[in-house]
């Protein structure tokens, strides 16, 4: 009975041992991550020291960006002994963003976030899941809620050249605000408030992100077979394939469905899909534009007629130049 007693502490003091030199190996891996990365600060990285999780405890976490930066109390990301490729962020509900200047207050509802890894493909991730309540910027609504669930897929033979990574996407925006953007340096453009968008899409990497460091990968496409927009009374249906060329500029074919066309050409504008000064040319010429075939030999999804009543928008980005309806107006943008 002693033996199995002493035995049994043993053994005992063994796995706490292991968990305990597993934090601690953990906390100086992320403390050397915000180290390599002059975007990331943080105060302090601590293991989390907590018997139920295994996990680090990160003290006012900063990511600073020349356009906007944000701020944490404090972040922590834990691992259930249950579930040890599957971490767990929980985030305070209150943080400060800067912009333009400004120091804002960011308030968080009810934030929620996961993450699963894949051994098998360099600790990349490979399932996310986001979610997020009602958000306020300084007191005021910024946006309603927004969920993120995103799942590592393999490549497909008509990915881009350069991706090496792809991962199906699905979002849900709840009415964010333009006010809210405006204060954050972003412009809307035309578009009323509040902003909502929801649907699928898969975006392609040029390498697999990892848990394990390496520079953070560049997005080098995206496509959607029907992305919804809301602008206020406005709603548009988004559908297309756009990837980066070798001159960095947008390749690809997209088109805007809506029963409104002034609205639909606003949006394109405040997308920035099309240039502001050609919103004239395409009112003049939207309805025989909307006849105009999709077929341009560019992979991407299937294109629908529109429905009764509806207009559509075709937008084609190649080599360098954007053409609506076989008609060069302009550079594609960068992507």
Known sequence: MRRTVIGTGLVLALLAGGWLGAESMASRQVAALFDADPALQAAAVRPLRDPRALGITVTEPQFRDPAISLSLPWARLSLSPLSPLTARLDLPEQ????????????????????????????????????SLGAMTLDGAPLAGGLTVQG??????????????????????????????????????GPMPGPV????????????????????????????????????????????????RDDQGRAEGQLALYSTDADAMIAMAAGLGLIPGQAQMLLRAGLSQLSRAPMDQGLPGPVFPDPAEGELRLPITMRDGQLSLGGVSIGAAPLL
């Not at 934030?111 to 360099?122: R, V």
């Not at 008509?158 to 996407?169: E, G, I, M, S």
């Not at 990497?205 to 029907?226: H, I, K, M």
């Open 151 to 188: 799942r590592l897929v393999d490549l497909a033979p008509d990915a881009p050249a350069t991706a090496r990574a792809a991962y199906d996407l699905t979002l849900s925006l709840r009415d964010l605000s333009t006010d809210g953007l405006v204060r954050l340096g972003l412009d809307p």
């Open 196 to 243: 909502s968008a929801s649907g699928p899409l898969r975006i392609w990497l040029d390498d697999a992100p990892s848990v394990t460091g390496g520079a953070a990968p560049r997005l080098t496409g995206w496509q959607t077979e029907g992305l919804s927009l809301q602008a206020g009374d406005i709603g548009l249906r988004l559908v297309g394939r756009l990837s």
């Open 95 to 130: 943080g400060q963003l800067s912009a333009g200047g400004q120091i804002m207050d960011l308030g968080l509802s009810d934030p929620q976030a996961s993450l699963s890894l894949a051994p098998l493909s360099n600790m990349a991730p490979d399932r996310l899941d986001l």
